[in-house]
């Protein structure tokens, strides 16, 4: 049976003020550091979901995040963004640099591994990339 639990990052505008998981429709857990949990509610005004996969150094990966990403391991890195695309209802990623979008799964299956991931940035930091892709929240 799958694990309906999802995840999410909190913030406050532009600063990370903590995390929430739902675990089922009735029981919710939030934490400021993401690994002591408890009932407690933070304040936020936004809210990023987890993508379902890890980074290399096993950080979550949540949309808007932006990252440093190989397709083909014998390729150099590129840096793209993580989004939600609404019509193909898929989270996937945007490469800075021009490209098309590449989805993270296809029919459940991961097409990244994730030794081939690296956050090291968020997109709502960066508003002059912001406009560059066209992201709208």
Same mark, same amino acid.
């Not at 909190?10 to 600063?15: I, N, V």
């Not at 690994?35 to 407690?40: E, K, N, Q, T, V």
């Not at 979901?49 to 096993?58: F, M, Q, S, V």
């Given at each position: 049976?799958?694990n309906?639990?999802r &995840?999410f990052r909190? @913030? =406050?505008?532009?600063?990370i *003020?903590?995390?929430? @998981?739902k *675990?089922t429709?009735?029981m *919710?857990m939030?934490?400021v550091?993401g690994?002591?949990? @408890?009932?407690?509610k933070p304040?936020?005004?936004q809210?990023d979901?987890?993508? %379902?996969? $890890?980074? $290399?150094?096993?950080r /979550?990966?949540y949309e808007?995040d932006?990252?440093e /990403?190989?397709?083909d391991?014998d390729q150099d890195?590129?840096?793209? !963004? !993580?989004?939600?695309?609404? @019509? =193909?209802?898929v989270? %996937?990623i945007?490469?800075?640099d021009?490209?098309?979008f590449?989805?993270? /799964? +296809?029919?459940?299956?991961?097409?990244?591994?994730? &030794?081939e +991931?690296?956050? /090291?940035?968020?997109l709502w +930091?960066?508003?002059?990339l912001?406009? =560059? +892709?066209? *992201? &709208?929240d």
């Open positions: 049976m799958e309906p639990e &995840r909190l @913030r =406050q505008d532009d600063k *003020v903590g995390y929430m @998981r *675990v429709a009735s *919710v939030y934490s550091d690994f002591w949990w @408890r009932g407690i304040e936020y005004n809210v979901e987890y993508t %379902g996969i $890890r980074d $290399r150094n096993n /979550f990966i808007w932006i990252l /990403f190989k397709i391991p890195y590129l840096k793209g !963004v !993580v989004l939600w695309e609404g @019509r =193909q209802k989270f %996937g945007k490469p800075i021009g490209g098309s590449v989805p993270l /799964f +296809l029919e459940g299956i991961a097409l990244f591994n994730p &030794r +991931l690296k956050v /090291f940035s968020h +930091l960066n508003p002059e912001k406009a =560059q +892709l066209k *992201v &709208r």
